[in-house]
């Protein structure tokens, strides 16, 4: 019999939990940080590197990959695992928030949502059926159902109506998944910065019935005082024997507020992002290498950190390399920020296992109060 998806609650230090999700395909020990593989790759990494740096789940992205190389081209090639070397667990996302973005792209109805490509602009029409298809196609292990994210700010009646028909295109979207053991799918709660709408969307999901929940329509330019005042109650209000997902966060101080509030699961594109800008993120804040300060410093980037750039490498030569736009750049700097955001998590996860989340909490701002060790 083919393993089921499961998630156990090992320990909690306030509203912060530390568990395991366990799949087919391995387990994912939370709160768990996901890169962001769009276009089935972590940009400037090999499979291998992002797996060294501690992660235990990737995400894939619906809508680029229905687009190009096409779903179907993938399953005939054995499945995203296979396609893109990576054979522990996956997550894909809906496609709905990137259809969303295309603006005048895109024409939205009950059935779903008519676009035209970015790529080519060729017509495509993204259902809740459709993406439950694509995904399954794709093989992904967690699978998220098909929703609406609409941009903030924006009126009550507007979220509303979006977080109603999001609601219905959710219980369309477990329909179509089916029963498939071994795969997971979430279901995504929306409601904007509205606590009734909140609640009124969290218990539809809990009556349609999921295997996780995400808290959606975050993160969207609503800014992070906003954000943790709705994390403040939105996890609450999600089953606490599931595992609680908040998408497309975020920077490092993000992550530990939202850990704080009970979110087990996140992810973002921010650590491969800043790599290629030549922006790194520390324990002590975030630096620019590209900064003329750099230019003679024989320290790496954080003397406490084992990641390759730092054991080998000086700012001297990464802020060079990445002046002369230098391929390795992207791949020494992005390798950097994404084993320091599993390192976070390895801290946070450990913190709470021990009930000090809170002496971890204090040292983690601490040390970012101090900023960027002095230049020679």
């Given at each position: 019999?083919?393993?089921?998806?499961?998630?156990?609650?090992?320990?909690?230090?306030?509203?912060?939990?530390?568990?395991?999700?366990?799949?087919?395909?391995?387990?994912?020990?939370?709160?768990?940080f996901m890169p962001v593989g769009t276009a089935a790759t972590v940009k400037a990494m090999l499979p291998e590197s992002v797996r060294a740096t501690g992660a235990d789940i990737l995400l894939g992205n619906t809508y680029h990959?229905m687009l190009r190389p096409t779903a179907e081209r993938i399953a005939r090639l054995g499945g995203l695992h296979k396609f893109m070397n990576w054979d522990r667990p996956i997550l894909t996302d809906s496609g709905g928030f990137?259809?969303?973005?295309?603006?005048?792209?895109?024409?939205?109805?009950?059935?779903?949502?008519?676009?035209?490509?970015?790529?080519?602009?060729?017509?495509?029409?993204?259902?809740?059926?459709?993406?439950?298809?694509?995904?399954?196609?794709?093989?992904?292990?967690?699978?998220?159902?098909?929703?609406?994210?609409?941009?903030?700010?924006?009126?009550?009646?507007?979220?509303?109506?979006?977080?109603?028909?999001?609601?219905?295109?959710?219980?369309?979207?477990?329909?179509?998944?089916?029963?498939?053991?071994?795969?997971?799918?979430?279901?995504?709660?929306?409601?904007?910065?509205?606590?009734?709408?909140?609640?009124?969307?969290?218990?539809?999901?809990?009556?349609?019935?999921?295997?996780?929940?995400?808290?959606?329509?975050?993160?969207?330019?609503?800014?992070?005082?906003?954000?943790?005042?709705?994390?403040?109650?939105?996890?609450?209000?999600?089953?606490?024997?599931?595992?609680?997902?908040?998408?497309?966060?975020?920077?490092?101080?993000?992550?530990?507020?939202?850990?704080?509030?009970?979110?087990?699961?996140?992810?973002?594109?921010?650590?491969?992002?800043?790599?290629?800008?030549?922006?790194?993120?520390?324990?002590?804040?975030?630096?620019?290498?590209?900064?003329?300060?750099?230019?003679?410093?024989?320290?790496?980037?954080?003397?406490?950190?084992?990641?390759?750039?730092?054991?080998?490498?000086?700012?001297?030569?990464?802020?060079?390399?990445?002046?002369?736009?230098?391929?390795?750049?992207?791949?020494?700097?992005?390798?950097?920020?994404?084993?320091?955001?599993?390192?976070?998590?390895?801290?946070?996860?450990?913190?709470?296992?021990?009930?000090?989340?809170?002496?971890?909490?204090?040292?983690?701002?601490?040390?970012?109060?101090?900023?960027?060790?002095?230049?020679?």
């Amino acid at each position: 019999m083919t393993q089921r998806f499961s998630f156990s609650l090992n320990a909690t230090d306030g509203r912060a939990r530390a568990g395991m999700i366990s799949t087919p395909r391995g387990e994912i020990r939370t709160p768990a940080f996901m890169p962001v593989g769009t276009a089935a790759t972590v940009k400037a990494m090999l499979p291998e590197s992002v797996r060294a740096t501690g992660a235990d789940i990737l995400l894939g992205n619906t809508y680029h990959l229905m687009l190009r190389p096409t779903a179907e081209r993938i399953a005939r090639l054995g499945g995203l695992h296979k396609f893109m070397n990576w054979d522990r667990p996956i997550l894909t996302d809906s496609g709905g928030f990137q259809v969303m973005s295309l603006a005048d792209l895109r024409k939205m109805s009950e059935a779903g949502v008519r676009f035209k490509s970015h790529i080519d602009g060729s017509e495509h029409m993204l259902s809740p059926e459709r993406s439950m298809e694509i995904q399954k196609l794709l093989g992904s292990d967690i699978v998220m159902c098909f929703d609406e994210c609409p941009a903030l700010p924006a009126s009550v009646d507007k979220v509303a109506e979006s977080m109603r028909l999001s609601m219905r295109w959710a219980r369309r979207s477990r329909e179509a998944f089916g029963d498939r053991p071994g795969h997971a799918l979430f279901g995504i709660q929306q409601g904007g910065v509205t606590k009734d709408l909140r609640s009124e969307s969290a218990e539809k999901l809990k009556e349609i019935g999921f295997d996780g929940y995400a808290v959606g329509g975050l993160a969207v330019g609503e800014g992070q005082e906003v954000m943790f005042s709705v994390l403040d109650y939105a996890p609450d209000m999600l089953p606490t024997d599931k595992p609680r997902y908040l998408m497309g966060v975020g920077k490092p101080d993000d992550i530990v507020g939202a850990v704080e509030r009970g979110i087990d699961m996140m992810d973002c594109v921010l650590p491969s992002r800043s790599g290629r800008t030549g922006q790194a993120w520390t324990r002590r804040g975030q630096v620019n290498i590209k900064n003329a300060r750099h230019a003679d410093d024989p320290r790496p980037l954080d003397e406490q950190c084992t990641c390759p750039a730092c054991r080998n490498y000086s700012r001297a030569y990464l802020h060079h390399v990445m002046r002369s736009g230098e391929i390795i750049s992207s791949m020494l700097l992005t390798w950097h920020n994404l084993h320091y955001f599993q390192e976070l998590m390895q801290g946070l996860r450990d913190a709470i296992s021990v009930g000090d989340l809170g002496g971890f909490v204090r040292g983690f701002h601490s040390l970012r109060s101090e900023g960027d060790i002095d230049p020679l």
